[in-house]
């Protein structure tokens, strides 16, 4: 039996890689247990740096800056799932990196990803490995059309990935790709997008909180509302499908697990991110632990905190010059606003978020 | 008419007076709004530098690092209500100071605060200035005893004040402290100490919290629960006494209004803080909007927040060794934990809390 390594106490220094706004809500929730966060990111003055102890401005291959970094705190994690393998792996030899190379692994590859899913009995989109403009061809012939050509790496919101709506387009589409390793989805019938924000602490305990129903707009969330409005058994199956994933892969920290909901209730895990998440927002104003203290919790290992909810919530996003609205958000009783710190609204730019809490049900 | 100053955009910097447990929980809400904070304190790894956006470490007189920091912020508040006039005013050549000066003048000094409350009409324990032992035994001829001395300046939690029982020991509570001009001050016959957190923005809109029920040890705050458990009616008459305080003042910022709750209902206000609260903590979990984001919404000129509690809270200090039960605190589930990254526990020293909420009544 493996010996439980004890808690980090609270003054201690969890590394972050990666200063966007997640960063920074894991620093703020890490800063309210007394611990301390150290913030590795390429770009100066990032949302994270800005409320962390401390940071390190270097590109994630620098090797003398990882070294300097490992040996600065006391365990490391990320908050974007495309960490390069080099990075974590040159870290993980001086300091624990949670969660660990195994999950990333899974997380960054969508053919990866599926055939671990399908290998719990999980369902998902039918799904074909594509490694070549012949395997597209053959793939379309299994899976059908309309269906969608996503690489294996490196894609999220939208991006790296493109429709197919008849065979002869698949030529376009694998050049659309730049004919990368790939992976071909079949659609699938659903009529809504929910989530479930699941932790592992380092004691296998598992807990997660209640499905978010997810909208999104030009690929990207717009809103997360909880509850999801599906009855208590839909509800319970998605909590106990990313309970699953978590135990499975021997997760510790938060993760994000996306599933579509048929028609008749039956629930397709869409995909999985090895990190806190857009659609968990809520959890900062509806719960007394976040999902950022969550994981913070999880990878310090200290016990989880409960996964109760004391309000129904909804989440919006404030995309690009939506968060030019500040004032009148500002003025909304009961809106939590959140502000990211980045200075340019570009056009599809995540700058912060509202939540809206209503009386629970 | 006064023109109303533009609220400070997103991404401005809020300075802050003074480093501890309460400039550190107004740098986490400022952040969140997506404000800058700049820490000014004499000293160094202070709470609140550790997750503020940037530090000054230099004495209260200091006046070319005061002239610094003037210069880099757009406003100033301060965590503590000792702030030296002569800082205040220096810096208030160069920034706008929230809240002004004219609140520091009357809360620093008790005979003043006393007088201040008396001219509004609102009830406080009788009083007497104080200015030599002549002065005391006259007081003391007035009030009766038990009575309590008091210095005028530079009290809290207990320090700086002396009861006095029997008229002959007069001389004794006179050298205990310090002969320095102070207030005689009677006994109230209260059940109950309560406090209103309430909040006065630049356009001169006030709100109040529900007032928390306090429970001290030691003449520190032990527990501050809401609700208070008293009746409608006393709840806002003390919420009205509160928002007249801050009207009077043209107070900006978030004040703490203590008062005792009389066997019969009436209130009388022991002291005023024109600060962030320790009986204010519980709203951090209880509401959308924290004592010390409504805090820096006023000093930075926005809307406040809606003072609605979706909860019933009660907040525990963890004082001294107190904090070293923090596993069991992390592990019980619904406990809202608090550390604020002070090394050393020592005895009486606040070094965290918690907060544990319940369903609204």
Redesign the interface.
């Known amino acids: 039996m493996a010996i439980m390594p004890a ?1 980090l106490a ?2 201690s220094t969890i590394g972050v890689l990666g200063g966007g706004q997640l960063g ?1 809500m894991l ?2 929730a890490a ?4 611990l ?1 966060t150290h913030i590795y990111s390429p770009e100066t003055d990032c949302p994270a740096a ?4 401390a940071a390190t401005f270097a590109d994630y291959d620098d090797e003398d800056a990882l070294a300097a970094f490992a040996a600065a705190v006391d365990v490391v994690t990320y908050e974007f799932e495309n960490v390069p393998d080099a990075t974590a792996a040159l870290l993980a030899e001086d300091v624990p990196v949670r969660p660990g190379a195994n999950a990333l692994a899974v997380a960054q590859d969508r053919l990866e990803e599926k055939t671990f899913l399908r290998s719990l009995g999980i369902a998902t989109a039918p799904f074909a490995d594509v490694q070549n403009i012949d395997g597209l061809k053959a793939a379309l012939a299994e899976i059908g059309c309309p269906s969608i050509l996503k690489t294996r790496r490196f894609g999220y919101d939208g991006k790296g990935q493109v429709r197919i709506n008849t065979p002869d387009a698949a030529q376009a589409a694998w050049d659309a790709i730049n004919a990368q390793p790939a992976i071909l989805e079949g659609f699938v019938d659903f009529e809504a997008e929910i989530s479930v924000i699941v932790a592992r602490g380092l004691d296998g305990t598992v807990a997660a909180y209640d499905p978010a129903r997810n909208a999104h707009e030009n690929h990207i969330l717009a809103t997360s509302t909880v509850p999801s409005g599906y009855p208590d058994a839909v509800e319970a199956e998605a909590r106990t499908i990313a309970e699953r994933v978590v135990a499975a892969l021997e997760y510790v920290g938060v993760m994000g697990v996306e599933m579509f909901v048929s028609p008749n209730g039956a629930l397709v895990v869409n995909e999985f991110a090895p990190r806190v998440h857009n659609s968990g927002h809520w959890t900062i ?1 509806a719960c ?2 976040s999902q950022f203290e969550q994981h913070m ?1 999880a990878v310090a290992g ?2 989880l ?2 996964p ?1 909810r ?2 129904n919530a909804e989440m919006t996003n404030l995309i690009g010059d939506e ?1 030019n609205d ?2 009148a958000l ?2 909304e ?11 340019d609204a570009r056009p599809g730019r995540k700058m ?1 978020h509202v ?1 809206r ?1 209503s ?1 629970r049900d």
């Open positions: 808690p609270p003054g920074r620093a703020m800063a309210r247990l007394g301390k800005q409320v962390a102890d104003e007394v632990v919790r200290w016990p905190g409960a109760t004391h309000a968060a500040w004032q500002a003025a009783p009961g809106a939590g606003l959140h502000l990211y710190g980045k200075g912060g939540t809490l009386p």
